[in-house]
C-alpha cells in the first residue's frame, strides 16, 4: 500500500467550485440520468406505487450502509451483516412459535443484532485480531447458526401486526421502511458530521495512532461502531423477515457485497478517513433505480449482481484511471 | 522457522487426535480405503489453499477463487458438450489458462490500479458467477452430457490413489519448490514481511502480488475442471461459499493474515484438518448443516491463536499505545 503524498494546495477553492466538482454532485447527476433513461425505457417506471415499490430495493440494504459507513471510515470492516440478518431473523423465527408479542420479536431481532456485533466487535478491539478475517469467520459462523437451527426448513407463522414493519404504509404510498431509512439517514448524518464522536471516526481512520495521542478513545470507539451495525442488521431483518413473513438459513445471502458497494459508490475511501452520509443516501437511490429498472427491462438478478461487482470496481478503479491518464 | 515446524507439528498432532478419536467408535474411519478417500476429497481444498496462501503472504486475499472455480468449470463442460472429441489435456490446459487469466484481471487491477484486494476479488467474485449465468443461459451441464473421457481422468486409479489425489500431491511438491527454491518465491515472502524493504532490494511489491493472484487463479481453474468432471455436474452455484473453507484452511495452517509467514506445508494441514472434520461428521452422526459454524469458528480459533502467538515483543514506551495496537 503506498500513501498518496497529502499536497497543500496554494489557492483554496471557493465552496461553489468546490461543491460543483464533488463527488456527490457527480452522483447526483447520475442518479438524475438513471432516472430519465428508467422513465424512457419502461413506461411502467413513472408511476408513484412503482416508484415506492423500488425504495424497498434500497431500504433495508441503505440502513446497515449507514453504520457500515462510519466502520469503513473507521479503517475497519464488517463482511458479516448478511449473516447477522439471517441469525436475527432465525432467533425471531423461533421466539415466533410461542405466540409472543409483536415488540418481543422485535425486541429479540435487535438485540441479536446487537450481540453479533459486540462478538465481532469484541473480537477485532479487545483480542486486536484484523477485522477483514475476523468478520469473515463470524459470516460462515452466524449464518452457520442459522444452518444448525433450520436446516432445509423455514420458520413462518409470524403475527399479523408483525407485517407492518415491511409491508406497511406510513402515508399513501410513502412506506414505513422509507421513513425509517430517511430518519436514520438524518441520524447518521448529524452523527457523522455535527458530533464529536463523527469528528473522532475521521480521526482514526486516517491515523489511528495519531487520534489516540490526540486523547480518542480508538478502542472504544471501534467497539460502538460494530455495535451499531450490528444493532442496523438487526433493523434490516426486522424488515426483511417482515416483509418476507418467512426465514430460511439463506436470507439476505450476499448482501454485505451490495452494502460495501453502496457505501463506496457514496464516496467512503476503503482505506479509511474520509466519506459521507448524503453519499451514501444518494448512493442507495442511484443503486434502487438501477436495480429496479433492469427488473423492469426483464434483466435476472444474478446478471445484476455483474452489475453491481463491476460498479464495485469501477467506482474506485475510474478516478484512479483517470489521474493516471491526467499525469 | 522454529515455530513454523512446531506448528505444522501441532497440526499434524491434531488431526492424529482427531482420527483417533473418531476411530474409538467407528474403527472403519482409519482403515486405509477410507483415508484415501478422505485425502481424495480433501484434494480440491489442499489445492486452492496453496493458491490463496500465496496470495496471503503478499498481504492480499483472494474471495473470488470459488468463482473461478464454477466459471472455468462451466467453461470446461460446455466445451466437452460442444466438441467431446478434445483430449483431456487439452482442456486441462484451457482450465489452468482461463483460471490464470481471471486471477491475472484481479492481480492487475491490485498492482496497476492499487485497489484493496477485498474489494477488487468481492467484485470479480459476483462478476464470475454472473458471467456463468451468462454463458449458461442458468442451465445445467448433465452427466449424460458429458463425454467418459472427460468424466474418467480425475477418478483413474494410478498405484491404487485417484488421478486427483497424484494431482494435489504433484502441486504440493511442485509450490514447494517454487515457495522455497526460487526467487519468485522468496519474493513472496518479502513483500509480505517488509514491503519498503522488498522495494530497496529491487523486488516490484505490486508486481509479485500480480504473480501472487495468477498463480492462485491458475489453481483454481485446474480445480474448476477437476471438480466439474469429479461430479459429473456442472451449475451456476457449484463451490457457493467455498472460498471461506479456502481461507479457513489457510489461517488453521498458520499463514499470517498480515503477510509474510506461513509455508505450504502449513496449508497442506490447514486444509486436511477441515478435510477430517467435514467427512467425520457423517460418521460421528452430525448433520452436515453443522459444516459452516464449525468453518467460521475454526477461522475464528485459529486466527485469534495466529495472532497471540505471532504478536512480537517490543520495548514499551508507553503502555495505552501498546493497548491499542
Known sequence: MTHADRIIPDRLQSPLQKRLKSWETLLMAVAIGIFVANSFASPYFLNAWNLSDATFNFTEKAMIAFAMALLIIAGEIDLSVASIIALASTAMGAVAQFDVPTFVLVLTGLSVGVLCGAFNAILVTIMGLPSIVVTIGTMSLFRGISYIVLGDQAFRGYPKDFAFFGQGYVFWVISFEFVLFAVLAVIYGILLHKTNFGRAVCAIGNNPTGALFSGIRVNRVKFILFLLTGLMSGVAAVCLTSRLGSTRPSIGLGMELEVVTMVVLGGVNILGGSGSIPGVVIAAFVMGMVTFGLGLLNVPGIVMSIFIGALLIGVIALPRLWTMWKE | ?325
Open chain 2, 1 to 325: 522457522m522454529h515455530i513454523l515446524k512446531s506448528r505444522e507439528m501441532i497440526l499434524t498432532g491434531a488431526i492424529v487426535v482427531l482420527m483417533g478419536l473418531v476411530a474409538t467408535r467407528f474403527p472403519g474411519f482409519i482403515a486405509p480405503h477410507n483415508l484415501v478417500a478422505v485425502f481424495n476429497d480433501t484434494s480440491p481444498l489442499i489445492l486452492l489453499a496453496i493458491g490463496q496462501m500465496i496470495v496471503i503472504l503478499t498481504k492480499c486475499i483472494d474471495l473470488s477463487v470459488a468463482a473461478n472455480l464454477a466459471l472455468t468449470g462451466m467453461v470446461c463442460a460446455m466445451i466437452n458438450v460442444a466438441a467431446p472429441g478434445v483430449p483431456v489435456p487439452i482442456i486441462i490446459a484451457i482450465a489452468v489458462g482461463l483460471g490464470a487469466i481471471l486471477g491475472a484481471f484481479n492481480g492487475i487491477l491490485v498492482w496497476k490500479l492499487d485497489i484493496p484486494p477485498i474489494v477488487v476479488t468481492l467484485g470479480t467474485m459476483t462478476i464470475f458467477r454472473g458471467v456463468i449465468f451468462l454463458i449458461s443461459d442458468g442451465k445445467w451441464v448433465n452427466s449424460h452430457e458429458m463425454s467418459p473421457a472427460f468424466k474418467a481422468f480425475p477418478r483413474a486409479d494410478f498405484l491404487s490413489l485417484p488421478m486427483l489425489s497424484w494431482i494435489a500431491i504433484l502441486m504440493t511438491v511442485i509450490f514447494f519448490v517454487l515457495m522455497t527454491r526460487t526467487t519468485l518465491g522468496r519474493s513472496f515472502y518479502a513483500v509480505g514481511g517488509n514491503p519498503h524493504a522488498a522495494v530497496y532490494t529491487g523486488i516490484d511489491v505490486g508486481k509479485s502480488q500480480f504473480w501472487a493472484f495468477t498463480l492462485s487463479g491458475a489453481l483454481a481453474g485446474l480445480v474448476g475442471y477437476l471438480w466439474v468432471s469429479r461430479y459429473a455436474v456442472a451449475y451456476v452455484d457449484i463451490a457457493l461459499g467455498f472460498e471461506l473453507d479456502v481461507v479457513a484452511a489457510c489461517v488453521i495452517g498458520g499463514i499470517a493474515i498480515s503477510g509474510g509467514i506461513g509455508s505450504i506445508g502449513g496449508a497442506v494441514l490447514g486444509a486436511l484438518f477441515l478435510g477430517v472434520i467435514k467427512n467425520a461428521l457423517p460418521v460421528v452422526n452430525i448433520s452436515p448443516f453443522w459444516q459452516m459454524a464449525i468453518s467460521g469458528s475454526a477461522i475464528i480459533i485459529a486466527i485469534a491463536v495466529n495472532t497471540r502467538a505471532g504478536r512480537t515483543k517490543g520495548r514499551i514506551i508507553l503502555k495505552n499505545a501498546e493497548a491499542a495496537q
